[in-house]
């Protein structure tokens, strides 16, 4: 019968780094891989968490894998080595869903957090606004700057004929179709997008009571979101939208011109303080000048809000045909030519008083 093993032979089974094997036997090539999986898991699992510098963009094109983002970001200084990334990404079962974009990193940024971000699309967004009002080179100019295209280039596909259908718009251009409100997108959203975003918040602003109002008035959409144009141009009060809507419908019944200021300044291609004869009389050939062509204009001056659209499809129900405004913003209205003068009289004034009180 063997000895048995005495207390200072130790037991047969003894620890080696954490792996127990007989003595005598040598580690095996998986248990030595394991052990250099874990010691480099280690490593990659301390590298990053101490960002430093500035943020910096790192753009992970479509269709990219872990590899292609790896070499980007250490391509910027954003990660040391590529492999360690690779290596704590494909353990970790990350990296798989990785999103395009444009993104902010900084040197150092932990590995854990990179591969979270790339994973969750948490890219960079760009905010912008266009307010009631703007017309197609105003817009132009504010998309230009978020996607770094030059305004001229910006305005062309705005401005062309062609681009109504594509976004199901009446047009003729998509002036009056771009919806003044906030936008939230990521960084480099192509231009497309960011025009289809704004038709989209247009058509989406059209409640189905509006759609029936617009059934009821006879007016095209086109003719009713040219008008709403108008009145958010002449309108600084709110609440007087639907009176100046309403003058313009009582202009229209009983076959007066509707001489409205804005329609000459956007044939102008400028806004001017003070409309004289001599610039209505300059752009005395274009379709959009109401002082000398009956009707609607052919089209849309600018951006109206909602509220602008409904003034248009529900004015009130006042009978005045004149109004002129005064120093403060809002507007006297009035019924006869004879007392529109005097209200002219009266605004010039007031306008000429409010100046001299004011210190130089």
């Not at 898991?41 to 094109?61: D, E, F, S, Y």
């Not at 906030?182 to 960084?187: M, R, S």
């Not at 001056?301 to 109004?323: C, Q, V």
Request: include cysteine.
């Amino acid at each position: 019968m063997p000895d048995r093993p005495s207390e200072e032979r130790g037991p047969l089974i003894r620890p080696v780094h954490g792996i127990f094997h007989r003595p005598g036997m040598r580690p095996t090539r998986g248990l030595l891989r394991t052990a250099v999986l874990a010691a480099a898991l280690a490593g990659a699992a301390a590298c990053g968490g101490n960002p430093k510098g500035v943020p910096i963009r790192v753009t992970v094109p479509p269709r990219a894998g872990l590899a292609t983002a790896a070499d980007s970001l250490a391509a910027h200084g954003i990660i040391g080595s590529t492999a360690m990334f690779k290596l704590y990404g494909r353990v970790n079962g990350g990296g798989k869903g990785i999103k395009p974009g444009i993104y902010e990193f900084r040197r150092g940024d932990a590995f854990a957090d990179i591969v979270r971000r790339l994973e969750r699309g948490d890219v960079v967004k760009i905010r912008w606004v266009i307010p009631e009002g703007w017309t197609l080179p105003q817009v132009a100019a504010r998309l230009a700057k978020q996607t770094g295209l030059p305004p001229d280039s910006v305005l062309r596909v705005l401005a062309d004929p062609t681009a109504p259908a594509k976004y199901g718009v009446p047009g003729p251009t998509l002036e009056g179709y771009l919806y003044p409100a906030t936008y939230v997108y990521p960084l480099g959203t192509p231009l497309p997008k960011l025009i289809g975003a704004m038709t989209d918040r247009y058509r989406a602003a059209w409640t189905p009571a509006m759609r029936a109002k617009l059934a009821e008035s006879g007016m095209s959409e086109r003719d009713a979101v040219a008008l709403a144009s108008i009145v958010e141009k002449e309108a600084k009060v709110w609440t007087e939208r639907p009176v100046i809507s309403a003058v313009y419908h009582n202009r229209l019944t009983v076959g007066m011109r509707l001489q409205a200021d804005p329609t000459v300044q956007y044939a102008l291609g400028r806004h001017t303080a003070r409309l004289l004869y001599g610039e209505i009389r300059d752009v005395a050939g274009n379709p959009y000048n109401t002082y000398t062509h009956a009707g609607l204009p052919p089209g849309p001056i600018a951006s109206p809000s909602k509220g602008a659209i409904e003034a248009a499809l529900n004015p009130s129900a006042d009978d005045y045909l004149y109004f002129v405004a005064r120093s403060n913003g809002t507007h006297v209205f009035t019924r006869s030519l004879a007392e529109h003068n005097t209200a002219k009289l009266a605004a010039k004034r007031e306008t000429a008083a409010a100046a001299q009180a004011t210190p130089p």
